[in-house]
């Protein structure tokens, strides 16, 4: 367990990484740049954004990541082709995430499930194993790209309802370089349809948990606000979190993660 209170990181594009450079430093705070998850930013000089993040945090020894590419992405199409152009973005991920030296890219779920049980889909048996099977076969090539640049590979809960078998599929690959990522905002939509809180997630996934992006939601949409704006219990996530005898990335993904470390800060959960 973990008494100390754990130092809060930020998703940022590379274009304000300057005007939260202090903040970064000052405490070694985590890092992760959203651009590669942009199709326009992978097809015009994505290079020179990262000289430009690789100048920015000069002398930075923290934490860094990558959102990896997921906009249009499926990894469990069963049209060949483009399944071919998910993989084809995410080596073009990867080729970013090397150059600025990142050590995780945020990868999306692949389960889409539709309707209000959150154990209809996807309670055991054949059809899990098939689509676990499905996405070992899809994101094999991946993974051993990132293996040989020593980048982790997250998985973010999208519209998974139970966590089961989304940690299912990770542990699945059997490898150091294939963990979780729990969006809270995502988890506390589900949680709204009969999934279980946030908090809960922590404690099922266990030392899978490797990242969280941290935002706050009503549960009727994927807003990104700040903690404290919408209905995710952040006493109880952080509660979970300091039963873990491992220390994930906490990652602010939101407008102002400034005024979000803040209410976290004052609410003696996290600096």
Same mark, same amino acid.
């Given at each position: 367990?973990?008494? &100390? ?14 005007? %939260? ?53 499926? @990894? ?43 154990? @209809? ?62 969006? @809270?905002? %995502? ?19 266990? &030392? ?20 404290? &704006? ?42």
């Amino acid at each position: 367990m973990n008494n &100390d209170l754990p130092t809060l990181g930020v998703s940022l594009d590379v274009a304000r990484l300057a005007e %939260h450079r202090d903040w970064i430093m000052g405490a070694g705070r985590d890092v992760e740049l959203r651009d590669p998850s942009y199709p326009e930013t992978l097809d015009n000089g994505w290079r020179q954004l990262a000289e430009q993040a690789r100048s920015v945090l000069d002398g930075y020894a923290g934490r860094l990541g990558v959102h990896g590419p997921f906009m249009d992405l499926s @990894t469990m199409a069963r049209d060949s082709l483009v399944r071919k152009v998910a993989m084809d973005r995410f080596r073009q991920g990867l080729e970013f995430a090397a150059e600025v030296g990142a050590s995780h890219m945020v990868i999306h779920s692949p389960f889409a499930a539709l309707g209000a049980n959150p154990f @209809t889909r996807h309670s055991s048996g054949p059809k899990l194993d098939e689509e676990v099977c499905a996405a070992q076969e899809a994101l094999g090539e991946t993974l051993s790209l990132a293996e040989e640049n020593g980048c982790t590979l997250v998985m973010e809960n999208i519209h998974d309802t139970n966590p089961g078998p989304l940690i299912t599929l990770v542990r699945s690959f059997g490898s150091p370089n294939m963990r979780l990522s729990l969006d @809270t905002g %995502h988890a506390f939509i589900a949680h709204r349809l009969g999934a279980p809180p946030p908090d809960q997630w922590v404690r099922e996934a266990g &030392d899978t948990l490797h990242h969280l992006h941290l935002q706050d939601t009503d549960g009727n949409a994927d807003r990104h606000w700040e903690p404290g &704006d919408g209905g995710v219990n952040w006493f109880a996530l952080f509660e979970a979190l300091a039963e873990l005898d491992h220390s994930p990335r906490l990652i602010l993904e939101v407008e102002n993660p400034l005024r979000g470390a803040e209410r976290l800060r004052r609410d003696r959960l996290a600096v």
